[in-house]
């Protein structure tokens, strides 16, 4: 198993990301304990499931790994102050 990061950085907002392998490998949050951090991964599109959610203050690296079945990942993080990498998984 590998981790490719799926950006250059940390994200915020909305947005996609091309996952050639389909799995999601883990994700790193970043907060500065002071603000709930929301992240969200959608299957298919922005209004799809939701195949993936964290909610916190802290900063945490959670794996996967976790089949989105797709090559395009759905994602929104919210909340001041707080940030994801997003990491595919290569076998």
């Not at 304990?33 to 802290?58: A, E, F, H, R």
């Not at 945490?60 to 102050?81: C, F």
Request: charged share 10%.
């Amino acid at each position: 198993m590998v981790l490719n990061p799926l950006s250059d950085g940390s994200l915020t907002g909305t947005g996609t990301l091309a996952v050639q392998s389909g799995i999601l490998g883990a994700v790193l949050v970043t907060a500065d304990s002071s603000v709930d951090v929301t992240v969200k991964v959608y299957k298919n599109n922005s209004s799809g499931p939701v195949i993936y959610q964290i909610v916190t203050k802290l900063p945490i690296w959670t794996p996967g790994p976790i089949r989105i079945d797709s090559q395009v990942l759905y994602y929104d993080v919210s909340g001041s102050g707080g940030a994801a990498q997003f990491f595919e998984w290569v076998e």
